[in-house]
């Protein structure tokens, strides 16, 4: 699968990787992708993204609020800012997670017909999961999901991409 990756594509997921590493996640999930697409300059993806007002800021933001809300949810009331990093071996790079493997999964749905994944595909793929912490971030920027996902098939010019 990954040879049908294009280069911008796994540029964004080595970047994804280090958008986790930066919020000591021991795994790549489907935010780190989301975020690490908004900042790829000069694909389609970062472009629908922004074009939602959804730069690299805006759901950074997004993503502290959603975190905050969570543990409200769940009756703690600290501040996200003060939890402890989560422990794992700094060598290690971050395994890749379930919501990320499943928006890969999506991707390579959404490109069915393409000679290669692209980054569109693989926003594609992220905005594809109904529940989680992708849906509950961009709720909370006030971005219409199936819009989005509609914006993102347009840019592609296909029906699933």
């Known amino acids: 699968m990954i040879t049908r ?3 911008h594509v796994r540029e964004i997921l080595t970047a994804a990787e ?3 590493r930066a919020a000591d996640s021991p795994t790549v999930e489907a935010e780190h992708v989301l975020l690490a697409l908004s900042a790829r300059a000069g694909t389609d993806a970062q472009r629908v993204l922004a074009s939602a007002g959804l730069d690299h800021h805006a759901i950074r933001l997004a993503l ?10 769940a009756g703690i009331t600290i501040d996200p800012g003060q939890l402890p990093p989560a422990t794992f071996e700094p060598s290690r790079r971050p395994r890749l997670g379930a919501s990320a493997r ?3 999964e999506r991707a390579v749905k959404a490109s069915a017909g393409a000679r ?4 569109c595909h693989l926003l594609a793929g ?5 529940a ?10 006030r971005v219409d999901q199936g819009d989005l996902t509609e914006r993102v098939r347009s ?6 991409r």
């Open 132 to 141: 989680g912490t992708v849906p509950r971030t961009l709720a909370l920027a």
């Open 155 to 160: 840019a592609t010019d296909g029906p699933t």
């Open 126 to 130: 992220v905005l594809g999961a109904h």
């Open 116 to 119: 290669q994944i692209q980054p």
């Open 18 to 20: 280090v958008e986790a």
């Open 64 to 73: 502290r609020r959603e975190v905050h809300q969570s543990l409200s949810a």
């Open 5 to 7: 990756f294009t280069q």
């Open 102 to 104: 499943t928006a890969l």
